[in-house]
């Protein structure tokens, strides 16, 4: 019975050692995962309400009038959102402070701003406001963009609430785009109460529009216009490298809204301390064309965002690095190469020596302006790699005659010349740093008429010494 009885108590010794070791291993990786849904939990949402207490808010609808059923949905949205973490409220009313005769197209205030706890002083506050004037939607509008704390990192959402159109000079629309743009707040809701159809197609460009025809409809868009505004939606953008893996990053990028024709979003790309592609907030009611301020630029048009999800958008970014250097002491002054397009002999960049930068992989061709230019055609960035132009430290001539007069300064390949400078006729001194090789200069004194007093001569340039040609 004994050797039973050990073989048991074996077995239990080994699961507490399995146990001991897993169990770490275990934590660690749900520690791992809270660690990695971290960031996007964090977000910070704020609403701001824009509500309409105009003169015309006191109509019949239904069984109360149209206020009372705004005032008492919202106030119910409040106990909702009293308990939702990471949302701040805010509230501002527009058309309650001024009878409509007096024609006050500034009316409108910040009753509650976003504050810890705004939702029960937004209940209080409901109950206090009486509506009785104009509809300055577009002032209103232009004053909710200073509501919104300097804070990058939230969600600024806008949820108007009207009945009527604009009835001063505003052009809300304009005001909207403009706020978008500046990324103040995300496409603003809209809520029409009991609008007919020439009047909701007014608010098509200030926003997403929700027609609310009665007071059932009013909850129902008014509950699918907070769900939306609380469901956090999240893009990452992943640049692949020549593996297919993430690790292209330090790059700008911009996003432009396809339907309402805008740059929206600038972000100079970053990995996380984790090496994934960084996350952000994003508003779903547009598609986006992309492009990637690499060099030359890549683009990705057409982008569909899944609203309330993390969306990924993956694009290859191949890069590879050109260092170009002039070796010793350079005579140039502010020496810089042009880097073409090997096809259409277009300008992709301009690139200073003694410095490293990075290209799309792919073929070129470099012009260096050196005298003579240096041409390296089809100067292949690979992928990942750094490609090293080294050119020779330069040398230089003085041409020296008695007076100014005409002629250059040929490079001179076997039987071959190509001119590489021109000559200044008024000069009688005259310096040029040139590449080390053989070179022939041709001259001719201004005050001589006859051709047959041209004058020849050859000479070399030696890295870092002077030659002196004298006329």
């Not at 529009?209 to 009013?218: K, R």
């Not at 020596?353 to 061709?365: C, E, H």
């Not at 040029?432 to 020849?456: D, E, H, I, K, W």
Request: hydrophobic letters at 35%; a neutral charge; aromatic letters at 8%.
């Amino acid at each position: 019975m004994a050797a039973p009885r050990f073989i048991y108590n074996s077995f239990i010794l080994i699961c507490l050692v399995v146990f001991a070791t897993v169990n770490p291993i275990y934590g660690q990786v749900q520690r791992k995962k809270q660690s990695e849904t971290k960031d996007t939990t964090d977000i910070k949402t704020r609403i701001l309400f824009v509500l309409d207490a105009s003169g015309s808010m006191q109509a019949r609808w239904q069984n109360n009038s149209r206020w009372q059923v705004a005032t008492r949905l919202l106030t119910e949205i409040m106990d909702s959102l009293k308990a939702t973490p990471q949302v701040e409220v805010a509230l501002r009313v527009y058309g309650h402070q001024t009878f409509r005769d007096l024609g006050d197209c500034k009316d409108t205030r910040l009753e509650v701003p976003f504050t810890e706890g705004g939702h029960q002083q937004i209940q209080d506050k409901l109950k206090t406001i009486k509506p009785m004037g104009n509809t300055p939607i577009a002032y209103s509008l232009s004053q909710a963009g200073m509501d919104f704390p300097d804070d990058p990192l939230s969600r600024n959402v806008v949820i108007l609430i009207t009945d009527g159109l604009e009835n001063c000079s505003g052009d809300p629309c304009l005001v909207s785009y403009q706020l978008q743009k500046s990324n103040v707040f995300l496409k603003p809701f809209v809520i029409g109460l009991g609008l007919d159809l020439s009047m909701r197609e007014a608010f098509d460009c200030v926003g997403t529009y929700y027609d609310a025809h009665q007071e059932t409809a009013f909850k129902q868009a008014l509950t699918a216009v907070v769900a939306q505004a609380l469901n956090t939606t999240t893009l990452q953008i992943d640049l692949l490298d020549a593996y297919g893996k993430a690790t292209e990053t330090n790059v700008s990028m911009s996003l432009y809204a396809r339907e309402a024709q805008m740059d929206r979003y600038h972000y100079v790309h970053t990995n996380n301390s984790k090496g994934y592609s960084d996350t952000v907030v994003i508003d779903p009611s547009s598609s986006y064309d992309l492009t990637i301020h690499t060099t030359p630029p890549l683009y990705k048009k057409g982008i569909v965002i899944e609203a309330g999800k993390h969306n990924t958008v993956q694009i290859n970014c191949e890069q590879g690095s050109l260092e170009l250097v002039v070796a010793g002491v350079s005579g140039y002054k502010n020496l810089r190469a042009n880097l073409r397009n090997p096809q259409d002999g277009s300008l992709v960049a301009t690139q200073d020596f003694n410095t490293l930068r990075k290209y799309l992989a792919g073929i070129y061709d470099l012009e260096i302006p050196t005298t003579p230019v240096i041409q390296v055609r089809s100067l292949q960035l690979k992928p990942g790699a750094s490609e090293r132009i080294q050119i020779p430290q330069p040398g230089m001539v003085n041409i020296v005659c008695n007076t100014g007069g005409y002629g250059a300064i040929f490079s001179v390949t076997g039987s071959s010349l190509t001119k590489c400078y021109d000559l200044s006729p008024t000069l009688s001194l005259e310096t040029v740093v040139l590449q080390p090789g053989n070179y022939r200069v041709l001259y001719r004194s201004a005050s001589s008429t006859r051709m047959v007093f041209s004058l020849v001569k050859d000479f070399s340039i030696r890295s870092g010494e002077i030659t002196t040609v004298r006329f």
